[in-house]
């Protein structure tokens, strides 16, 4: 095949190590840099003046000189078809369901209107830099295909499912233990492992399966190599005392998972802020992934998830936009509310910290880092072009700013999808400004 290779001038910055070990040596910084991108995938990054005469005369050439590149965010758990849920008022989680998310999600039915929000949410997810997301559809299959059609019309790496519900639920909503496995295969079947994409095994929560249907996705997450898990765990007062009632025999929420084969490296939990010690030693033994939604834990008024203490357990953390709990498709918002919620818990989480969780982090809490996350050579060159200078409160910052650590949390603090110059996917221009 004809080499295909690309040179991006612009400031480069991405993750190089782990900061929560490391501190701010694992931030990779270029300025005058050049992130170098062959069919696809990552050539090579460096100073400017590395670039030998040959490869300057044979690479196309685009400048990005004044903006900063970084790898494409992560968004480990939200909503597609909660689109239009975004900024609904004045309730908690279950009566929020049942007011706003149930009928918007009872929509997907149509797969007309499917294929019309997934495209736009596909397009928003990129607008805000993010690259990868770990998204709910509906219980319907056809929400399924929308969503996985879409990310594919762009090559995107995409990680969805077909949520299960059978019971507690709407009757158009509801499937049943056999219908929500036999589906769910199917679509694994059709999908897993097709371009980019990655089939998600999703019982909604505890309380809207039976048992029956826990232990169906169990065995749909256990017996098909490579398929993830995602759920919610632990996000709401009201909800923790249900799930007790509806369980008896549980230690605890997460128990009722664990009980099912349903927690380990590929299983990611949305919210997971009323766990004990006891669980949080059962995530860590298993490698679970907690997923941090700091917009939607405080929109929804569920709670403050710590992220240090988590961290000093041991489990594997990921952050989420939670999108249409979460009030914003930005993980510039989200950091920023992860770090004011990180201080509410009296810890501090760094600079470097909240950007490797948004990249890297999240990559390896996803078992994805080895092809995406950060710009070592051969991974797949999913990356943003941000410009730190899109408003006037954020310019007059980063003026200030003596320090690369000091700019990115001023982008993270103050940015939002007006930064985004542009987003590529495998080295394909998806969103230009
Ligand atoms: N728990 C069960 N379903 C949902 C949902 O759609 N959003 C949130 N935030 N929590 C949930
Ligand atoms: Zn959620």
Known sequence: MKQQSTIYFATVVHCTGDP????????????????KVTNGLVDSVGAESDLTADELQHCTQVDHRGYTITPGFIDGHLHYPQTSVIASYGTQLLEWLEKYTFPAE??????????VVAEFFIKELLRNGTTTGFVFATVHRQSVDAIFNAAKNVNMRLGSGKVMMDRNCPENL????????EESQELIDKWHGKDRLMYVVTPRFAPTSTEAQLEF???????????????????NKAEMQWVAELFPWSRSYLDVYDRYGLLGQRAVYGHCIYLDDGDLKRMSDTGTVAAFCPTSNLFLGSGLFDIVSARDHNVRTVMASDVGGGTSFSMLRTADEAYKVTQMAGNTITPAQL????TLGGAQALSIDNMVGDFVPGKEADFVVHDLHATEVLSQRVEHAVTIEEELFALIILGDDRCTVATYLMGEKVYPR
């Not at 509801?174 to 496995?181: F, H, Q, V």
């Not at 950007?355 to 948004?358: A, D, H, K, V």
């Open 20 to 35: 929560w070990a490391s501190g701010t040596s694992a931030v990779e910084v270029l300025k005058d840099g050049y992130l």
């Open 106 to 115: 009872a929509k997907f039915s149509d797969e007309a209107h499917a294929k």
């Open 174 to 181: 509801c499937d049943t233990a056999a219908t929500g496995y």
């Open 217 to 235: 996705s169990g065995k749909l997450f256990n017996d098909n190599d490579g398929v993830y898990l995602q759920s919610h765990v632990a996000e």
């Open 355 to 358: 950007f490797y969780e948004l």
